[in-house]
T-cell receptor
Framework: DAKTTQPNSMESNEEEPVHLPCNHSTISGTDYIHWYRQLPSQGPEYVIHGLTSNVNNRMASLAIAEDRKSSTLILHRATLRDAAVYYCISFFNAGGTSYGKLTFGQGTILTVHP | EPEVTQTPSHQVTQMGQEVILRCVPI?????FYWYRQILGQKVEFLVSFYNNEISEKSEIFDDQFSVERPDGSNFTLKIRSTKLEDSAMYFCASSEVMQGGYTFGSGTRLTVV
């Protein structure tokens, strides 16, 4: 799997947008970019994923750089419930030989202030 | 919204005992996984399971571990002879397609004493 690099921590105020960056400079053309988050004392929760195009869902938006070496997870209006560890994972699947191993790093601890 | 259900939520066992952690994945999902997280550490991949067989496993998943899908709904992780270092949160996950998002359960906290 391509290695991803994220800041250790970030802070935001409630109701403001949050941009969580991720670098994945060694990503290959078939690697998807997945984002998960983990709230305290809970299991990881899927947020969003994409390959080349920007993606939107009800939780967040994913902006992928044109060269795919970096991406940004965008939370449009942070709430206190968004305080969590956010993981950016480069998901490898070349020709179907990988069956879904997600390699979690340390992630970014997001603190949301009221 | 469909959920992955794990039982029990907390299990305490004596060192050397066998434990079985149970998971009910989402019904139309085809890919199943076990991960674990030792307190304060990263989430670690253990094993993936597809088409009734293990498709990939990590170095952690040694001969003490086994997985099974005994019927159409349950997915279990067995640890044959538990060690103190097996104490961790164990998460089950499932996905409909390999490239899609994975749904994780809320975990089983295993404490080996």
């Amino acid at each position: 799997d391509a290695k991803t690099t994220q800041p250790n921590s970030m802070e935001s105020n409630e109701e403001e947008p949050v941009h969580l960056p991720c670098n994945h400079s060694t990503i290959s053309g078939t690697d998807y970019i997945h984002w998960y988050r983990q709230l305290p004392s809970q299991g990881p929760e899927y947020v969003i994923h994409g390959l080349t195009s920007n993606v939107n869902n009800r939780m967040a938006s994913l902006a992928i750089a044109e060269d795919r070496k970096s991406s940004t997870l965008i939370l449009h209006r942070a709430t206190l419930r968004d305080a969590a560890v956010y993981y950016c994972i480069s998901f490898f699947n070349a020709g179907g030989t990988s069956y879904g191993k997600l390699t979690f790093g340390q992630g970014t601890i997001l603190t949301v202030h009221p | 919204e469909p959920e992955v259900t794990q039982t029990p939520s907390h299990q305490v066992t004596q060192m050397g005992q066998e434990v079985i952690l149970r998971c009910v994945p989402i019904s139309n999902h085809l890919y199943f996984y076990w991960y674990r997280q030792i307190l304060g550490q990263k989430v670690e991949f253990l094993v993936s399971f597809y088409n009734n067989e293990i498709s990939e496993k990590s170095e952690i998943f040694d001969d003490q571990f086994s997985v099974e899908r005994p019927d159409g709904s349950n997915f279990t992780l067995k640890i044959r002879s538990t060690k103190l270092e097996d104490s961790a949160m164990y998460f089950c996950a499932s996905s409909e397609v390999m490239q899609g998002g994975y749904t994780f359960g809320s975990g089983t906290r295993l404490t080996v004493v």
